[in-house]
């Protein structure tokens, strides 16, 4: 069950109930797609192509990626800056799905329209997450150092970055490409919970409650590939934007460049790197959205229905 159902009075959730379900549910899927996330913002960074025919770049395929940074960096690499990461997800994931149930209840009672509608999710969806992004933004820019940053570290720990960042770039760098995360996030989580409603019904029989499960799973994997196919240049943008001031970190990974803002860095990606630049690390991150909204949407389910079974024992 995701989002406010006037058919289940009984399974009505609290704020702080559905906060709980959405940052356990954020926790437990960071962990298990970190490493994807980390291989996905090398590509993201990489000026030079990725492609295994001109192997320009220090990256140039998926399984070269992950050798390359198990062989450099070792096994511990692939959960670089996890600590900030965990943070975003259990602080991302409780906002949201907080925000969004919350959302659809006050749809539901002060308008005419069903909450339970794809079109309603779609809205709900994209303001419960441009919420959750103003909010933790600076943890997605402490994530995105931390995964960046090659061997020697110029971050020892967590509170040595924000120290170093805050003293060096003062106090907005921490909200480094927030334009283009908000321009980005509304449609694709709008189109992550449009999506997610639309599937998850088709695949269940109309005479039956979800439980979550298998469906949840299928219909969040299929629900996140579409949205972030749609939405994937801005987050490019966005994490090109991020690591600015960070460039001594990037050296020995190839070529650095400097971006004055949203529209300098969207021209010259498209004039130095061309249209195929936008796209770049979009293998690693169709894998992960696939993986990462499937299992958000399945955890936050399995941990709703055992909120629930716990109220009711």
């Known amino acids: 069950m995701v989002g406010y159902d006037p058919d289940s009075p009984g399974v009505v959730l609290s704020p702080e109930e559905a906060a709980l379900a959405g940052s356990a549910a954020g926790m437990v899927t960071r962990a298990l797609i970190s490493p994807l996330d980390v291989i996905k913002i090398r590509f993201q960074l990489q000026i030079e192509q990725v492609s295994w025919r001109s192997r320009q770049g220090k990256y140039w395929g998926l399984w070269q990626a992950t050798r390359c940074i198990m062989t450099e960096e070792g096994l511990p690499a692939f959960w670089k800056g996890h600590i900030p990461a965990q943070l975003l997800s259990v602080c991302y994931g409780a906002v949201q799905f907080a925000s969004f149930e919350a959302l659809t209840e006050l749809v539901h009672k002060k308008t005419s329209y069903k909450s339970q509608t794809p079109g309603v999710h779609f809205i709900c969806g994209g303001l ?186």
């Open 128 to 313: 419960a997450a441009c919420s959750a992004t103003v909010a933790c933004q600076p943890l997605d820019t402490l994530r995105t150092r931390f995964a960046a940053q090659g061997e020697p570290k110029m971050y020892r720990n967590l509170r040595h970055a924000v120290a170093t960042m805050f003293r060096t770039e003062g106090p907005f760098t921490f909200y480094r490409g927030l334009t283009p995360t908000l321009v980005a996030v509304f449609p694709y989580a709008g189109m992550q919970f449009f999506f997610y409603n639309i599937l998850k019904k088709r695949l269940e029989p109309q005479d039956t409650k979800s439980k979550g499960g298998l469906h949840s799973l299928i219909s969040g994997s299929c629900a996140g590939v579409i949205s972030k196919t749609i939405t994937y240049p801005f987050d490019l943008i966005k994490k090109r934007l991020q690591v600015g001031g960070f460039e001594e970190a990037r050296m020995k990974f190839g070529q650095v460049q400097t971006y004055h803002g949203f529209a300098d860095c969207v021209v010259r990606i498209g004039r130095e790197e061309g249209p195929r630049g936008f796209f770049k690390g979009l293998s690693p991150s169709l894998l992960k959205a696939a993986l990462s909204t499937g299992f958000t949407f399945f955890w936050y389910e399995f941990f709703i229905n055992a909120i629930v079974s716990l109220k009711s024992s």
